[in-house]
């Protein structure tokens, strides 16, 4: 099996970032939340390779810190998104009926507000809690996952193979795993990898506007935020979690658009 430039240079960049995220800590001991005034503003060097904030606070061990944030919550949202819906969907496709009706329409409700509208309000009944910033961004996620896999099995749950299966008597899980698992597989690894690239955005456009997360507490959007007002004292600060949501994002798109092919 070969592997195409695109997807090669999407997995390299993916990796460095996921090192960069999970790997530093082992090498690199600095706290991401402690201040030395005297260092505001500094430039990088030789000992701070990234400088350091506005309160003095080293970039290196905040930015890796904001990335495995980001990485872990949208990871969260995206692994309950895709239970929720591939099972929602499994039950549609095969049993249909008042069931198949009862979970399109939760669907339609989760998609009757805007998604970001619907994370805000139920951010707004806890305001810090990250766990409503999960729960919105899963509930707009699922939506994606419960319909694909029902548009995805219902063809197949009224194949002959299928039905042959499910006279013959054999287990829900051997028809599962025989029929409906190799179509479904594909299709899966492509929308989780766009989810993936979405609920990161969502995190950081959230953090941007102080939505979940709370200073000090680093995380890309929130960064940004932080970092604004010093883009033209210090662009060079500013420009750090820019590209680290850059280099993200168009590593997992690099991957999304390898396997749509």
């Not at 995206?78 to 249909?96: E, N, T």
């Amino acid at each position: 099996m070969t592997i195409s430039f695109s997807r090669l240079i999407g997995l390299l960049l993916l990796c460095l970032l996921l090192g960069f995220a999970f790997l530093l800590p082992l090498i690199h001991h600095g706290d991401p939340l402690e201040q030395d005034l005297l260092q505001m503003l500094h430039t990088p060097s030789g000992g701070n390779l990234l400088g350091f904030d506005h309160l003095g606070r080293d970039m290196l061990p905040r930015l890796s810190a904001a990335l495995r944030l980001s990485l872990g919550l949208a990871a969260l949202c995206v692994m309950s998104a895709l239970l929720a819906g591939v099972l929602a969907g499994v039950f549609s496709a095969l049993y249909g009926g008042w069931l198949d009706r009862l979970l399109s329409m939760l669907g339609d409700m989760c998609l009757a507000l805007p998604g970001l509208l619907l994370v805000l309000l139920l951010a707004a009944i806890a305001p810090d809690s990250p766990g409503m910033l999960w729960l919105g961004i899963s509930l707009v996620l699922w939506v994606e996952f419960f319909r694909v896999t029902r548009a995805t099995l219902r063809p197949i749950v009224q194949a002959p193979g299928m039905q042959a299966s499910k006279l013959l008597g054999f287990s829900a899980f051997y028809r599962f795993r025989r029929h409906l698992w190799p179509a479904l597989a594909p299709v899966l690894t492509t929308l989780t990898l766009f989810s993936f690239s979405s609920a990161i955005m969502a995190v950081s456009a959230l953090g941007f506007i102080s939505v979940g997360v709370r200073p000090p507490t680093p995380e890309l959007g929130l960064m940004m935020t932080e970092l604004l007002p010093f883009a033209w004292e210090a662009p060079w600060l500013l420009m750090q979690p820019v590209i680290a949501l850059f280099l993200l994002l168009i590593s997992l798109n690099l991957l999304v658009k390898e396997d749509r092919k």
